[in-house]
């Protein structure tokens, strides 16, 4: 785990909990776009891949048979589809497990991409960053914006995300690269080497994924919900990274939950879900059918007991906030 120690210290919250000193209890969202949870085959990269992170936590890979339940530890499958017929998409699954609703089913249809127009209002209105601001909870979105983010989205060349979507709407700070420098964030692609090869940050040199998941580790020191997603998953499973794209991003991955589960404290708790399936099946390119890994490593992982569908996993988190 790269020898990482962050020293835990007690937070007092006295404007929301009173004034007795109170542990700071908080989790940490990690959200993995393209990441199904399936049984171990010779087709399923997940189950050979060299993950000495997860294989430690789960007592094996990233697979089915590992699923499991105890007072600490949770991995279960969850639903991605939905009850809506076709294959699972991001436009309509991050809207589902931001807002906490059946997207393809208001929708009509799984939306690749970005958000449905006719959805944004909802998801901008009771996003999980919202109810959890609205109920007096600090969020922290780990993703960094870097300028030239902006000024595709004003360019139009991109549109917003659900996150952002979400964010916004709940007056959750986007961060720059100020954050970046102070060790307050993370490109979404971990290492920030992306950053870098775009010339978008010359004096940032790229950080490992263990230092990378140390720093949302002391994030949770400071907020309640630390939410952070990565789409190096879906890309390495659409081919796009290319022949070694899919052993690479798993190693970046495990990597960073290495680095976040060594450094975090006694009442942090670690969330990783997805919104569809893709990389877990190397006979395809496109995303899958499989159901998405729920993972809840700390002192949260009974209060995900219940939940079976993406769109019931933004409630849950609420609930333990």
Not at 136 to 146: E, K, Q
Not at 248 to 270: K, W, Y
Not at 271 to 295: K, W
């Amino acid at each position: 785990m790269g020898g990482i120690i962050v020293e835990y210290t007690d937070l007092v919250k006295s404007h929301r909990r009173g004034p007795q000193s109170v542990k700071h209890m908080s989790l940490i969202f990690l959200f993995l776009d393209g990441v199904g949870l399936a049984p171990a085959s010779p087709h399923n990269p997940l189950a050979d891949a060299p993950t000495p992170a997860l294989r430690a936590l789960l007592g094996g890979p990233l697979t089915l048979e590992q699923a499991q339940a105890g007072p600490a530890l949770r991995l279960q499958p969850v639903d991605a589809a939905l009850g809506v017929e076709g294959l699972p998409q991001s436009g309509t699954g991050h809207v589902a497990l931001l807002a906490g609703v059946n997207a393809p089913a208001l929708h009509g249809r799984h939306q690749p991409n970005f958000p449905p127009v006719a959805l944004r209002p909802l998801l901008a209105e009771r996003s999980l960053f919202r109810r959890a601001t609205q109920a007096g909870h600090s969020v922290a979105f780990a993703n960094v914006f870097p300028p030239g983010y902006f000024r595709a989205v004003e360019a139009r060349r991109i549109r917003r995300s659900a996150s952002v979507i979400a964010a916004e709407g709940a007056g959750v700070e986007l961060r720059g690269l100020d954050a970046l420098r102070a060790g307050l964030a993370l490109s979404w692609d971990i290492t920030g080497h992306g950053l870098a090869e775009r010339g978008e940050a010359p004096d940032l040199a790229p950080v490992t994924p263990e230092a990378a998941g140390a720093r949302l580790a002391r994030l949770a020191e400071q907020h309640d919900l630390v939410f952070f997603e990565c789409f190096l998953p879906d890309l390495a499973g659409h081919g796009r990274l290319g022949p070694d794209g899919v052993a690479a991003t798993l190693a970046r991955v495990d990597g960073l939950i290495g680095g976040l589960l060594a450094a975090r404290a006694p009442g942090a708790s670690l969330l990783v879900t997805s919104d569809h399936g893709n990389i877990e099946d190397a006979t395809s390119r496109v995303h899958s059918h499989a159901p998405v890994p729920l993972l809840v490593a700390g002192p949260a992982a009974p209060a995900f007991a219940e939940v079976t569908r993406i769109d019931q996993v933004a409630d849950a988190i609420l609930a333990v906030l």
